[in-house]
């Protein structure tokens, strides 16, 4: 009983700096800023002519924060979205 207590009191520094880096996780965790909302905009695979019969191989769906695009270009809506397969809405 005497050497578990011995050992106990040993590791006490170590035990406490466990609790603290715990604690610290815990904190860095609860103070951690909430996700920024995302936005899907349809963009240019590559360079395009200016034009150019633009196809639905010439563009894809991207995700960019939604504080950078204006409303009115935001894939949702302009009818093109994941669900379609990426490809535009038919005419």
């Known amino acids: 009983m005497h050497s578990l207590r011995l050992t106990l009191w040993r590791l006490r520094f170590v035990v406490a700096a466990i609790c603290a880096g715990l604690g610290v996780l815990v904190l860095a965790?609860?103070?951690r800023p909430?996700?920024?909302?995302t936005t899907e905009v349809v963009v240019a695979v590559r360079d395009l002519a200016p034009g150019g019969v633009l196809t639905a191989d010439d563009v894809e769906l991207a995700t960019r924060q939604a504080s950078t695009v204006p409303p009115t270009h935001s894939a949702a809506r302009t009818g093109w979205t994941r669900r379609s397969g990426g490809r535009p809405p038919s005419c």
């Open 34 to 37: 909430p996700p920024v909302p």
């Open 29 to 31: 965790h609860a103070l």
